[in-house]
Every structure is written in C-alpha cells, then in structure tokens.
T-cell receptor, first 114, second 113 residues
C-alpha cells in the first residue's frame, strides 16, 4: 500500500540554524499538509498546500516557516532561525483531490533544537 | 475548552473486551476522522464519517456520530494487545472536507494480555 515517507526520522539542530524537513507524499495525491506535535500535546495543523500554493495556514505558521514543492514528488517544510520551542514531531500528510477524503500521514520527523 | 476532546484520557482493559472512546467537538463539521498512533510513530487513519452519516463500521471498529450533540464514539470490539495505542479524533470543518484537521487530545488505550 502506498505511503507517505518523511526524512530524516530525527534531526538535531543548534538554535538559530535552518532546517528542511522532507516528505514524499502518495503519488496521486494533490493535497499536502504539515502538522506538528509537541511532546505530550495535541497534533496541531501548520499548513495545507494545493495547486502549488498555500491554501490555508495556522497562526503558528509565521514568517519563520515556508513550504515548497520543488519537483513532482517532494514536499518540504523549511524552518528558519530555529528556536527551542520548535522542538516537536513534524508530520507530513497527503490527501486525494476528492471530497471528504482521509489524510494519510508519514511517520514524522522528530526535531530537537539544542 | 477546545475543539476535539476525547474521553477517557486513558483506558485499560483486558484483551478480548470491548473498548469505547468518545470525542466531543464545538463547531459544525464536514467530517470526523479517527486515527491511531503507536508510541513514537505516525498517525494511522482508521475511519472517516461524514456529517450526514450516523454510523460506520470497518472490521472490528464501529464509529457513531451525533451532530446534534457534537459527539462521536469509537468502539473497538474483541480487543487485542496490538490495539494498544493512542486514539485521536479529528474534525474537518471545510466545505470540501479536504482541508485542515483539528485534533483532539487523544485517548491512551492499553490492552492487558
């Protein structure tokens, strides 16, 4: 069964550095999402992406964050000038371009900011 | 309180028993989805129920939705040790039903062999 893959599984970065989290969505999906889960807390929506542009973003998704679909398969989340509070599990998800479809999640990238 | 809250927060039952988890939400929705998360892993989609549906089944899973009470329940019958995980409900309020999900706080289910 096709799945969403994310790399790396764990990223350790110094505060202030930039990180890029990578995702390969399911190939025939056209909706892409990033979520994050701070340890012990709820899964929070960051951003959705459709037709090569952001369709919705949360208040968390400020100028520090950006997303890109650089080619036909990858979907990336860039975090500039990382802060300690950016430490979390980041999940990528994708969904089909049809009404009321489930979102399929990757296994996540655990980001640790030192 | 926030959109999407599950209860109980934690549930321990004997293998073979049924497990019921509940979810409440605050605003109108287009669909509600249940996900499972094994420790340290990603979210696995279990079942999606649309706002005009009242009940849905998938294998040992049964989901109900009561939009008048803004609540849903997930029943796992004949539980197995492998069902040990956290279970989350998530709501989609968009018109197309394909936008952001708002997750609940989750129920941590432990199946005792």
């Amino acid at each position: 069964e096709p799945e969403v893959t994310q790399t790396p599984s764990h990223q350790v970065t110094q505060m202030g550095q930039e990180v890029i989290l990578r995702c390969v969505p399911i190939s025939n999906h056209l909706y892409f999402y990033w979520y994050r889960q701070i340890l012990g807390q709820k899964v929070e929506f960051l951003v959705s992406f459709y037709n090569n542009e952001i369709s919705e973003k949360s208040e968390i998704f400020d100028d520090q964050f950006s997303v890109e679909r650089p080619d036909g398969s990858n979907f990336t989340l860039k975090i500039r000038s990382t802060k300690l509070e950016d430490s979390a599990m980041y999940f990528c998800a994708s969904g089909q371009d049809r009404r009321n479809q489930p979102q399929h999640f990757g296994d996540g990238t655990r980001l640790s900011i030192l | 309180s926030q959109q999407g809250e599950e209860d109980p927060q934690a549930l321990s039952i004997q293998e073979g028993e049924n497990a019921t988890m509940n979810c409440s939400y605050k605003t109108s929705i287009n669909n509600l989805q249940w996900y499972r998360q094994n420790s340290g892993r990603g979210l696995v989609h279990l079942i999606l129920i649309r706002s005009n549906e009242r009940e849905k089944h998938s294998g040992r899973l049964r989901v109900t939705l009561d939009t008048s009470k803004k609540s849903s329940s997930l029943l796992i019958t004949a539980s197995r040790a492998a069902d040990t995980a956290s279970y989350f409900c998530a709501t989609d309020r968009s018109n197309f039903g394909n936008e952001k999900l708002t997750f609940g706080t989750g129920t941590r289910l432990t199946i005792i062999p």
